[in-house]
């Protein structure tokens, strides 16, 4: 104090709270020997403030920061802010039908004075906050105003102004005068009628780390610690998870600055924004740091989100987990089923047909076929396609397990069993499909209880009575002929008539050998190689027996690959696939020098001279066009391959992009123009 002159230090984020508050403090202290000085962060000029008798500050999170600046034993007081209770009254009517919108100019603000009101007793889900940004039609039928955040005020609203955080609390006005020794001023005139007048502030208290969760959640962060800093980076709040991740105490957080906690953050102090989220080794531990900052008249403060980097991976596995268990889905479609061969074209169609059926399909075909893969595509391309599809392989399992499996189990139904017991895979299928592979290899006693649920479409849990509907589509498949099972008394005729309902029977490579190049060829790229074979190696490739189908087809892919050659010759393929083709010879090959490929090589060959004299780039499409308009049928695919053929033996050159494909003038072997 001095010359007797009590001084106040009003200090606020903004000089926006200036207008409310010294309104209420100049009548508050009418007559008596008192100044305030207005200070904020925006205006600040003093270097000490060791005149100071009392300072206030607009909102808790400034009062650590003021506390450094006054001298110590100088009370600090945080303004608690109301409104009138004839508004309060008011709104608290309104609130019981209507919403109303809490409007600031930053969405931390307007929650903030959303909680404000929430603390003085209105009810919390009628109150919603706005903030620029927003569309002004998403306002409620009343707007409360505390920044004008830019509204332009349409009709049909009714619009209250409070501009700033409110009016100051009656308790404010009481501790303010304790602290100055002024207890005299609670019996004036104007606090009576002041008291009367405002809604008493029952129960508000620094709600900063709620909000910061409030905005965690908002933004999808899971976080087990979080911090609150203001201006020149002063930690203001901080909860309890906090301080047991960072293992330190209050003492050593509160009132501290982001570097002296955080040393990593010093460099960061200017341009807090572009910190965003960063593990951080601190303390021994790998913490995940993300801050989150608020600007206004480019001054920053905000958020430290923490969490424990180990912790947060361990629990994205567990979720991902139990995502995959509750949600099961087909991965393919028709259009993962490659090959351009009229077998497999027959299928495809045929497939697409038992679609839009709701009957039961039966899928025979050897082993490394696509039986799966087609009836992912059948599930997909059905009413069903936004149901689950649930595959089970029907001799990977005991019988026991298998009917537990498929059926389900009630609480104590056998040794071992959860004690919530679990739903079977017909319950988890409801409303989609139930792949059955291997079908064959079901036991004769389950079979009977399958054979029910398909007819009565109804299942019991084992251990259980209640019967429990199903909507399920079967899909079964096997590489087995369950004819001659059922003749050997091995399936039962009822089931088998029961499931084969729409039959699809898959062809083997042999049976497709046109597909065989251009299938190896996309399992090569798709797995990310690019070698060559030289023509030897493609015709062995093309004449070997694959009993193990695409599936043999894709290991020798792998195998090839593994080798990382850029081009891989005769005697580099896998032994098996020399077997009995010894002494094979570059003559023998039954590549281009074959009937059938050796014609389609030279259609090739004579559209790209064709398109080349006229001047065209020829790509695939073109060739494949040019050869239409001639009457010869080659897809885009089965050309791509006999490119693939003709490059990988000097035939031909391929370009990129417009240069297309020009014949080699340096080949030797020319059957459109010989030598």
């Known amino acids: 104090m001095k010359d007797g002159v009590k001084k106040i230090l009003l200090w606020s984020f903004t000089p926006d709270d200036w207008q409310v508050c010294c309104k209420v403090l100049d009548d508050f202290f009418a007559g008596e020997a008192v100044e305030i000085e207005k200070m904020s962060f925006v205006t600040q000029t003093r270097e000490n403030y060791d005149d100071i008798d009392l300072a206030l500050v607009t909102a808790s999170e400034w009062y650590h920061f003021v506390k450094q600046l006054v001298p110590e034993g100088v009370p600090v007081i945080w303004i608690k802010h109301t409104i009138d209770q004839e508004n309060f009254d008011k709104l608290s009517a309104a609130a019981q039908r209507e919403k109303i919108s809490v409007v600031a100019d930053t969405p931390f603000y307007a929650e903030q004075r959303r ?32 920044e004008e955040a ?23 006005l009481i501790q303010m005068a304790a602290a100055l020794n002024m207890l005299h001023l609670l019996e004036t005139d104007f606090y009576r009628k002041y008291n009367r007048s405002v809604k008493y502030a029952s129960r508000q208290i620094s709600d900063l780390i709620d909000i910061g969760d409030y905005y965690a959640a908002a933004q999808k962060k899971v976080v087990n610690g979080l911090l609150y800093f203001v201006p020149d980076g002063l930690i203001s709040h901080y909860n309890f998870n906090a301080a047991v991740l960072l293992g330190i105490s209050s003492s050593q957080i509160i009132g501290k600055t982001l570097p002296e906690v955080f040393p990593f953050l010093g460099e960061w102090m200017d341009r807090l924004e572009e910190f965003g989220e960063r593990v951080v080794k601190f303390g021994g531990r790998e913490l995940v740091f993300d801050l989150w900052t608020t600007s206004t008249h480019g001054i920053y403060a905000g958020y430290v989100l923490i969490s424990d980097y180990k912790a947060e991976k361990e629990k994205e596995l567990r979720l991902r987990t139990q995502m995959l268990k509750k949600r099961q889905h087909a991965k393919y479609t028709v259009y993962n089923i490659k090959g351009e061969s009229e077998a497999i074209e027959r299928c495809r169609k045929t ?22 893969l087609f009836a992912s595509a059948i599930h997909n391309a059905s009413a069903r396609r936004d149901g689950p599809f649930v595959p089970i392989n029907c001799g990977a399992l005991v019988e026991s397990l298998l009917e537990s499996e498929l059926f389900g189990y009630e609480s104590g139904a056998f040794t071992g069993a959860k004690k919530e017991g679990k739903p079977g895979l017909f319950e988890v299928a409801h409303g989609g499909t139930l792949f059955l592979d291997e079908i064959g290899e079901m036991p004769l006693g389950l079979q009977v209880k399958l054979l029910r649920a398909l007819q009565e479409r109804e299942v019991v849990r084992v251990g259980g009575h209640n019967v429990i509907p199903v909507d399920v589509r079967i899909i079964a498949a096997t590489n087995r002929d369950l004819r001659t099972l059922v003749k050997e008394g091995k399936f039962r005729t009822d089931l088998y008539y029961r499931l084969n309902v729409l039959p699809l029977e898959l062809p083997g490579l042999d049976e497709r ?13 798709d797995e990310g190689y690019s070698f060559e074979l030289d023509r030897e190696a493609r015709a062995c490739i093309m004449g070997h027996n694959y009993e193990g189908n695409v599936r043999e087809l894709h290991n020798c892919v792998e195998y090839l690959g593994s080798l990382e050659q850029d081009l891989v010759r005769y005697e580099d393929l896998p032994s098996y696939m020399k077997e009995g083709m010894d002494g094979f010879t570059r003559e023998r090959e039954p590549a281009l020098g074959t009937e059938g490929l050796s014609r389609e090589a030279d259609l090739v060959l004579e559209a790209v001279r064709a398109l080349k004299e006229q001047g065209k780039a020829a ?26 053929e003709l490059s990988g033996s000097g035939e031909i050159g391929v370009g990129k992009g417009r240069m297309g494909v020009w014949i080699n003038p340096n080949r030797t072997n020319d059957p459109i123009n010989p030598k």
């Open 351 to 372: 497939a697409m047909k038992f679609a839009r059926s709701r009957a039961s399909v039966l899928i025979t075909g050897a082993s490394g076929t696509g039986k799966e």
């Open 619 to 644: 790509g695939r499409r073109s060739i494949c066009l040019y050869l239409k308009e001639r009457g010869e049928n080659l897809s885009e695919m089965r050309i791509r391959a006999i490119l693939e």
């Open 115 to 146: 909680r404000m009101l929430v603390g003085l007793g209105l009810r919390e889900n009628a109150l919603e906050i706005w903030y620029p940004g927003l569309p002004e039609d998403k306002l409620g039928p009343i707007v409360l105003i505390f």
């Open 150 to 172: 830019g509204l332009t005020g349409e009709p049909g609203r009714e619009y209250i102004h409070f501009y700033g955080r409110g009016m100051i609390s009656t308790e404010t």
């Open 513 to 525: 050998r046109e597909d065989i190049l251009p299938l190896f060829y996309d399992i090569r790229n």
